[in-house]
Nanobody, 109 residues
């Protein structure tokens, strides 16, 4: 199992980013996949999940602003971040069960 996140960066408040998570070693559409984040000095926080049947769930902080999706042909998971706030600054990780990638940094100023 390998997960590689990308797409992070520095944006101004109100801006958008699309994070990608390229998976290998398994088929993402067969599993529940998740995005979570961790800010400096804070505990890890779940952001969104997508089940194998396509059902999506979001934490309150993400509802209405973030979208989770996947491209089965590319075996890639996405997280669209819109209307970003300074409090969204964190390292974002994708995960399958106990496996996660190295993360991608999102900084909102």
């Amino acid at each position: 199992v390998q997960l590689v996140e990308s797409g992070g960066g520095s944006v101004q408040a109100g801006g958008s980013l699309r994070l990608s998570c390229a998976a290998s070693g398994f088929t993402i559409s067969s599993y529940c996949m998740a995005w979570f984040r961790q800010a400096p000095g804070k505990e890890r926080e779940g952001v969104a999940t997508i089940d194998s049947d396509g059902t999506t769930r979001f934490t309150d902080s993400a509802k209405g602003r973030f979208t989770i999706s996947r491209d089965n042909a590319k075996n890639t998971l996405y997280l669209q971040l819109n209307s970003l706030k300074t409090e969204d600054t964190a390292i974002y990780y994708c995960a399958k069960g106990g496996n996660r990638g190295q993360g991608t940094q999102v900084t909102v100023s």
